[in-house]
């Protein structure tokens, strides 16, 4: 990264991010949709239990890495005010942290895997299915946290192409290894919806080590990493990333489990109905990787400008962001709304299907605007290291306003099933507003502070 002095050049910043991260995001998606798409062309069963599993695993994941996200944040600050040396030791610990936070979600599952499993009152066979595709994904999810704190390093030097090449390259060798063990071919055992998860397992270790090789072997990366720092861990070091990466990784917990419980409520409506709000949640969550993606870069772009002291040039990556996020939602969601019934016929034949379908993609306009919106005041905030209100208000926002709030439009309204998108809507919509007010709060009356100070000294 480098210092930028106009708009267009911090555009350009900007995109220089955004594209290989949206592209690594996508990529990380496709690991999901090979494991589903492949398991269902097994057998019904084994989609159905890929499907329960990746259910369960996608809430703890997105939470707990979270926390190890953190360390773009800090990473960035510490190299916009050219602390490079502590850089090593951020990273380090981060590093330790994935392996405890690994170790801990390894044991839950030895001791509560089954019991959560029964209470998804799945068929025995399907249960089953369900448990050994987590097994096999347990073998990858030390490699899986490690690769993540080592983006998020490689993200605070902006040098976001590599961990896109790195993904992209993994991505025929996850499809292969899927291929391969979920159906038994070249002398391999025919493991079902179990081999999806295997091969996942492979892929993260493939991935943690090639990017282990690269940040250790090459520039600027290996500039900033000593092994010496390695040899001492120290809880002191670590409460930094906790302080920060805590109220982050449970912001995106509550998101995620917010979803999920709302899939379990619809769960209660006609077979259609469940099948289109899924096929379009599918929708939705694909154009997601975009608004991530801009807030992934934001983040670690105003952190290295706070850090830098640079603070105004902070406040203006902060709203080129948020502005550029909600235009490409809207955008997005005027060409889905368009093509509404193009798009739904892609996921199913069935006329009625596809018209509810159509009927929810109408809703996704409004919803991936608010979400933008939420998203990417959360992410600014992220760079100025102030977490802990915008968890509060999140927290406030998916599960006293989403929830409720959806539940009552559903049952007591005659908005049925969409009741849940409106409720869902105004309440990212809420998040988003508050984020915003508490984001111009922090320029305006701390950061504006301190800029004045840098100024006249």
């Known amino acids: 990264m480098k210092q930028t002095y106009t708009i267009r050049e911090k555009l350009k910043q900007i995109f220089f991010m955004l594209i290989p991260i949206l592209i690594t995001q996508l990529g990380m998606f496709s690991m999901v949709f090979f494991n ?22 996608s809430p703890i994941f997105i939470g707990l890495s979270g926390i190890l996200l953190a360390v773009s ?9 050219k602390k490079n040396r502590e850089v090593s030791s951020i990273v380090t610990h981060g ?26 009152n799945a068929a025995p ?6 448990y050994d595709y987590l097994v096999g994904l347990s073998y990858g999810i030390i490699p899986l946290f490690i690769f993540n704190v080592l983006r998020s390093f490689i993200y605070a030097l902006g040098e976001t192409r590599v961990v896109m090449i790195i993904m992209v390259a993994s991505l025929p060798i996850n499809f292969v290894l899927n291929y391969v063990l979920i159906f038994g071919v070249w002398g391999f055992p025919m493991l079902g919806g179990a081999g999806a998860g295997y091969a996942t397992s492979i892929t993260y270790w493939i991935i943690a080590l090639m990017t282990a090789w690269i940040t250790k072997t090459k520039e600027p990366f290996s500039l900033y990493l000593f092994l010496a720092d390695f040899k001492s861990f120290t809880w002191n070091k670590s409460k930094e990333i906790l302080k920060i990466g805590v109220p982050m990784g449970l912001s995106s917990f509550f998101e995620t489990s917010m979803f999920a ?59 080129l962001g948020i502005w550029l996020s909600i235009l490409v939602a809207l955008f997005t969601g005027i060409l889905v709304v368009i093509f509404r019934y193009q798009v739904a016929a892609f996921y199913s034949n069935d ?4 018209t509810l379908i159509a009927s929810f993609l109408i809703y996704a306009l409004f ?13 600014a905030l992220r760079g100025y290291k102030d977490v802990n209100i915008a968890f509060i208000m999140t927290l406030i926002s998916y599960w006293l306003i989403c929830l409720p709030l959806g539940y009552l439009l559903a049952h007591k309204t005659d908005f049925g099933a969409a009741g849940y998108w409106i409720g869902l809507t105004i309440g990212l919509l809420a998040a988003g507003i508050g984020l915003s007010g508490r984001l111009i709060y922090i320029q305006k009356k701390k950061y504006s502070e301190l800029w004045t100070d840098v100024s006249s000294s």
Do not use: C
Not at 274 to 288: D, T
Not at 351 to 354: K, Q, S
Not at 367 to 378: G, V, W
């Open 36 to 57: 589903t798409i492949m398991s269902g062309k097994f057998n019904p069963s084994d989609l159905a239990g890929v499907a329960i599993g990746s259910a369960i695993w």
């Open 73 to 81: 944040p800090i990473a960035a600050q510490r190299f916009g005010e």
């Open 95 to 120: 590093i330790y942290l994935a392996f405890l936070i690994a170790f801990l979600i390894i044991i839950l599952g030895i001791f509560f895997l089954d019991d959560l499993l029964d209470l998804m």
């Open 125 to 130: 066979e399907v249960h089953t299915i369900a």
């Open 261 to 319: 419980v709302v899939t379990i409520l619809i769960s209660k409506y006609a077979i259609s109905t469940i099948a289109a709000y899924q096929s379009a949640l599918n929708i939705v969550s694909f154009l997601y990787m975009i608004p991530i993606s801009i807030s992934m870069a934001l983040t670690v772009l105003v952190g290295f400008e706070v850090g830098a002291k640079r603070y105004k040039d902070a406040k203006i990556y902060s709203w």
């Open 351 to 354: 006329l009625e299907v596809i």
């Open 367 to 379: 919803f991936q605007m608010a979400d933008a919106l939420q998203a990417t005041a959360q992410a």
